[in-house]
């Protein structure tokens, strides 16, 4: 998988992957998958979820206006 292939360079590199499987697909999943540095969202999902998830990821919260 590309994520793999980045973290043999880059340990620990946040990924957020986008899939369309059905729920039922986790079990078969890599425990990478649900590592602390890559999350999952199910499509479809809006722009806002994806930015919450990945501010989550590199642990940043949102700007104030």
Known sequence: ALVEA???????????LLTGLA???????PAWVTSGSCDMLRKPASGPVI??????LV???????
Not at 23 to 29: I, K, L, P, S, V
């Open 6 to 16: 980045a973290w043999r360079i880059r340990p620990g590199l946040p990924a957020l």
């Open 51 to 56: 930015a919450e998830r990945l501010r989550r």
């Open 23 to 29: 729920e039922e697909a986790e079990e078969g999943w």
């Open 59 to 65: 642990g940043r919260e949102p700007r104030s206006p």
